[in-house]
């Protein structure tokens, strides 16, 4: 008999006392999911004291998340073409405890071919481009020196770090507002892993991205924003899935409103701390070829978008991947370290 925890012991010592119940609503039971899954869940009890807390196990007595209280949200990291048969468990006040069972297949199993980049912050194919207002095209005379905007991207730092191995990027400058692109081309033309897709029957086949990084903070005021793009190009079409925390702009994510070129307020508060931040992205090319910005998870907290958005015409062929930070209003230089970078696709 599989133990999660409680033995069968247990519970029949728990008796009728409390009665409770686990509602799982994300992932669903048997369904394909990407490396980073989010999990939502919430519990109920007879019990007059009320839940204790919520947890999440990944196999018999291997408890990956617990949390206090009766509702459950956050994302697991979890490897990739393999099933899982997960469970969500409460346990209440009383001494009882019930559970969930949710089986998934992570990227790779029940007819999928989701592959991960691992660790994209440290690798080489990285792009560095100086973006100035009000145009913010691409600067053709800047360079990382300046003077308008300076940046530089350092591998290999070993403190702060998650994996011990973290890329330091930098930005300043003289020019107020100036902002630091940084592009590495994934799949397709210009394929930096390896992928050129010269059939050109890869890109067209993927619909589902995760973007999933950590990123750490000295001075995250002096940030007037930090965005993270995922691109997909082929069959004369744009698809760009833009998202963008607004810090000293505002501490809001905006996403980017592709057929007429602007940021769109999502309402959803960003507020990267000083230290260590999470961050999940989840996007999807419908079966319609509309663009869906799906969710964003930031230190465990998730925001479900459903927002969708028209592509654009076209001639790139690919799938690429942005990161940027934006300069403020003095252009205070600062630096954003970037640790376990992982793209997920299917």
Known sequence: MKSYGLSLLALLSIGTSAFATV???????????ATSVQYTASATTSCSKGVAAMGIYTAPNVLVYKISGAKLNTTLNLNPNTTYNTVVQEWDNCGGASTAAVTIHVGGTSGTSGKTFYNLHKQSGWNGYGLLPTSYNICGSCSPSGPQVTWSRITGISSPSVSGSSTQHNIGGKT????????????????????????????????????????????IAASQALEFDINQFFGGKSFIWGHECRIAGGH???????PNQHWHATGIPCNPINGWNHLVIQVQRTSSNQLLFK????????????????????????VTINY???????????????????????
């Open 252 to 258: 809001q994510w905006d996403v980017w409103d592709n």
């Open 176 to 219: 107020q507002y100036a902002d630091v692109l940084w592009n590495n081309h994934l799949i397709g033309d210009f394929s930096t892993q390896g992928l050129p897709d010269t059939s050109k029957t890869l890109v067209p086949s993927l619909h589902n991205f995760t973007y999933d990084v950590y990123f750490y903070a000295k001075n």
């Open 295 to 318: 969710s964003i998870t930031l230190n465990g907290k998730t925001a479900n978008l459903n927002y969708y958005s028209s592509p654009t015409p076209s001639s790139w062929y690919g």
């Open 23 to 33: 509602n799982v609503s994300a992932p669903a039971n048997n369904s394909t999911v």
């Open 324 to 346: 940027q930070q934006d300069g403020n209003y003095a252009q205070t230089p600062y630096s954003i370290w970037l640790d376990k970078l992982n793209f997920s696709y299917w």
